[in-house]
């Protein structure tokens, strides 16, 4: 007799071991409140304590998509020591499936009903006390008000170029909505673990770590602020980072969990503002550089990037996206402007390739504006 979809998704999940308790992630309880619909849609919720190991979320995830039925999952992360709240029984959500989850204890009874299609209530995240982590020397967040200003590539060249200047340097790419450190450093494998310890790739002198190998490429992080809490704890507590001078954090642009999530788990010693120069990216920059300020964290500078386009011809610059936002937004909040970087086709290139700016070609007018802006960051900071 064929099996009905909800056991064959009961034995997808009973492949996924809980390490903490030795059994599937349905026997152990870590699985809850698995739903169905008659399309294919799964639904259900992931209990999961700052001892996990987040990848577990991932796992899950993936047994479920190779379920034959399935047509899309979604997952639901909740902190066991939060109260779930009450859920009434789904109604007129279509003919449930008769079949019931395999395991033991609780689990063995439990049926999988069909999925409310009414969106769950937001869980409010767990919050604990900032935690201080010496070994990784000053933690340098660089964030943007928005999406495509070249915030990663200033990242991503600031860290290499102070590890050229003989500092020891990481990166933690926190971006969850486009985690492409891993690319524009050329590294694009999974981390080994030993010892109960991640350990970071290295590339160009800078140890490496990003959200990008949790995930897969084409695999869009639909993750709530739990999650987010718990992988920005995991990369700052779990991996085995050394002992650094500088650690930089690649933020996803805006004001959202990363960003918390960093600054109330740990002490961030300043934020780098990346702009470019028109004045709509500079509003939106101001808006994330206030955030910085109201949770206690110094704005280091401004960084202005794609600031002119350098004829390659005649060398002659052209303001292609206006001038004067970078230091009319620096002029606003007190701070200094740390640099302004041109538009250089080469660090595209150099991005896609793996291959910084800074090391591709250090003596390009690009690679020397971004050289300037990491030596006024090690200036603010003295």
Not at 65 to 89: L, W
Not at 110 to 119: A, C, F, N, S, T
Not at 168 to 181: E, F, K, L, Q, S
């Amino acid at each position: 007799m064929a099996q009905t979809l909800q056991e064959r998704i009961a034995a997808a999940l009973g492949t996924v071991i809980d390490p903490r308790a030795g059994e599937n992630v349905i026997a152990s309880g870590m699985v809850r409140d698995i739903g169905t619909s008659v399309e294919g849609r799964v639904h259900l919720t992931v209990l999961l304590d700052p001892r996990h190991d987040a990848t577990l979320v991932r796992d899950i995830r993936q047994a479920l998509e190779r379920v034959s039925g399935v047509t899309d999952v979604k997952i639901d992360v909740r902190d066991p020591r939060e109260r779930a709240p009450a859920r009434s029984a789904p109604q007129g959500a279509g003919a449930p499936e008769r079949g019931a989850a395999r395991g033991t204890g609780e689990a063995r009874s439990r049926m999988l009903p069909v999925m409310d299609e009414k969106p769950a209530a937001a869980p409010r995240p767990s919050v604990p006390p900032p935690v201080t982590y010496p070994h990784l020397g000053q933690i340098l967040a660089v964030s943007s008000g928005k999406g495509g200003v070249g915030k990663s590539t200033v990242a991503v060249n600031l860290a290499v170029t102070l590890a050229q200047r003989g500092a020891r340097v990481g990166i933690m790419d926190a971006d969850i909505y486009g985690p492409d450190i891993p690319r524009m450093l050329g590294v694009n494998r999974p981390p080994p673990v030993v010892e109960e310890k991640i350990i970071p790739l290295e590339a160009h002198g800078v140890k490496l770590m990003s959200l990008g190998f949790l995930i897969e490429r084409d695999q869009p992080a639909i993750w709530r602020g739990p999650i987010v809490m718990k992988i920005v704890t995991q990369f700052l507590r779990d991996v085995a980072w050394g002992t650094l001078d500088y650690l930089v954090v690649d933020m996803p642009p805006g004001t959202g969990d990363a960003q918390l999530s960093l600054v109330q788990a740990t002490q961030v010693r300043g934020a780098v503002i990346v702009t470019t120069p028109q004045d709509v990216a500079a509003g939106d920059a101001l808006r994330g550089a206030k955030m910085f300020e109201r949770v206690g964290v110094p704005v280091l500078g401004i960084a202005e990037n794609m600031s002119w386009f350098e004829c390659p011809h005649c060398g002659k610059p052209s303001a292609l996206f206006g001038s004067g936002g970078g230091q009319r937004l620096a002029d606003e909040l007190g701070v200094p402007l740390l640099g302004q970087i041109p538009l250089y086709p080469r660090v595209m290139e150099g991005g896609d390739r793996g291959q910084p700016i800074v090391v591709a070609e250090p003596a390009s007018s690009a690679a020397k504006a971004l050289g300037a802006l990491a030596d006024r960051v090690v200036e603010t900071l003295g």
